[in-house]
């Protein structure tokens, strides 16, 4: 028998559910509601994020933003998707969702945005060009002769 009377073959006991176990074991990391966070977060594996964090976050695949977060930072990852509150800078480098319930302050950097109606956004956007959608595209030419001097008679 195990501590507080429980078996220690017992499965209610574990301290990680089984569902997180599997979660952890394909790189993705829970930071709960109640922890708060001050400093430097980077990785490779994704993050869930439903607690508050001040500092930047660096990831090299994704961060979901739940709707109880709050962050403060700048946040630079593969992937980031919104729910919560973000005051700073996003550099998703492939994809943002902004979905119904965020409210994102500052800086947007990424080259494909998804905005879900009732998502709230104060600050500047830059749309980069994705590297499979690099090619030049050239206006065809103008149906008016006269190097660009519209409206003048000659």
Partial sequence: MALFGKKKDDASSSFVTKKQATSAQKGTTVLGKNLTIKGIISGGDDIQLFGQHEGDINLKSGLMVGKTARIKGEITAELISVS???VGKLNAKTRLHLDQ???VKG???TPKLSVKEG???????KMKVPPEASQTYSL???SKQGGGQSGKKR
């Fill in 84 to 86: 919560g509150s973000v």
């Fill in 119 to 125: 998502a709230l956004f104060n600050g500047e956007m």
């Fill in 107 to 109: 800086t947007i950097d």
């Fill in 101 to 103: 319930t965020s409210n």
């Fill in 140 to 142: 065809p030419p103008s």
